[in-house]
């Protein structure tokens, strides 16, 4: 542990706080070494205490209040040409290291009555302040008579640094501008809107006619290609170098097979037919309204995707 500097008459009291301090300390009890080592500065300012108090804080990870107290101490025992000055500039230099440094650019540091705290601490309003904060969670806090409260949370890291813009304070109860409505239609008569409606459904409904003879055509197609494939797979059907061979329930499967694939296409065709009319009819509306007609197909599926808007 560090020890005290003999000053000229310490207090008795001062001196015995300090020494209560020692020996806490050295029992690991370092809130209340801490309690004794400040009553002992607070009646005798010795660099002694000081640097014991220092130390002090930095074990309960106030890292900053023992760097403020190191350099206090490095600074008296420097004016009393002690060599303990650099042992004390040292430690603030250890503990400065831990540091983070903390950044506020205020926008409007002459508004009267700013007041802006870091933590549980006031700082000095002016337009760039910098200060040195313990690593971790740090809120910065400001105020003004009659506007509204700035309030910036930040995470410190050691030997980072971190900034914070503060912008003009607002007034409070600002209300947001207000939304212009959306201006009427040119030209949009009770007549004309009615006229694009049926156009609309009409588009609709030749989309979801088209969209139905897309699902046909995929239903029949696999119907044949089941069909077919089954033929062979029951043997009524056999393929060879010089072509199929079927017995006759085989080659009548085959045909069926055949005509329910003629029909899925004429189904394919006719739905993209009513599709594409479906898509005309939307494109000669007039354009106030959406909607959107496409054909949709997958290996096992074929259908439209419709939508519209009014």
């Not at 020692?22 to 300012?45: I, M, T, V, Y």
């Not at 490095?74 to 430690?91: E, N, P, Q, V």
């Not at 304070?169 to 007549?191: E, F, I, K, M, N």
């Not at 494109?283 to 939508?307: E, N, Q, Y």
Request: glycine share 10%.
């Amino acid at each position: 542990m560090l020890a005290g500097v003999a000053v000229a008459q310490p207090s008795p009291e001062a001196t015995r706080l300090f020494e209560d301090g020692r020996d806490l300390a050295k029992q690991g009890k370092w809130a209340e070494a801490c309690d004794r080592f400040q009553k002992s500065l607070a009646l005798d300012p010795a660099p002694g205490t000081k640097l014991n108090l220092g130390d002090c804080f930095e074990k309960l990870g106030k890292v900053r209040a023992g760097w403020i107290l190191f350099e206090e101490a490095a600074r008296d025992f420097g004016r009393l040409t002690d060599a303990r000055a650099k042992f004390a500039h040292d430690r603030a230099a250890a503990a400065a290291a831990r540091l983070a440094t903390l950044v506020i650019k205020v926008t409007d540091s002459s508004h009267d009555g700013l007041a802006i705290r870091i933590g549980d601490r006031t700082a000095t309003p002016q337009p760039e302040i910098v200060e040195r904060v313990d690593p971790g969670p740090v809120v910065v806090t400001v105020t003004a008579p009659g506007k509204q409260t700035f309030t910036a949370r930040e995470t410190a890291a050691a030997g980072k640094t971190i900034v914070v813009d503060v912008p003009a304070l607002a007034d409070p109860h600002v209300d947001p501008p207000p939304v212009s409505p959306d201006p009427p239609a040119v030209g949009g008569t009770d007549d004309t809107s009615g006229r694009r409606r049926k156009r609309l459904i009409v588009a609709i409904g030749l989309g979801a006619a088209g969209g139905l003879f897309l699902v046909g055509s995929a239903a029949l197609g696999l119907a044949a290609n089941s069909q077919y494939d089954d033929a062979f797979d029951n043997g009524s059907c056999v393929k060879t170098s010089e072509g199929n061979l079927c017995t006759t329930g085989g080659k009548s499967e085959v045909d069926s097979a055949g005509t329910k694939a003629d029909i899925g296409t004429g189904f394919l065709i006719g739905g993209v037919a009513l599709a594409a009319a479906g898509v005309i009819v939307y494109v000669t509306a007039p354009k106030h309204s959406r909607i959107s007609v496409a054909p949709m197909a997958t290996s096992s599926t074929a259908g439209v995707m419709l939508g519209a808007t009014f």
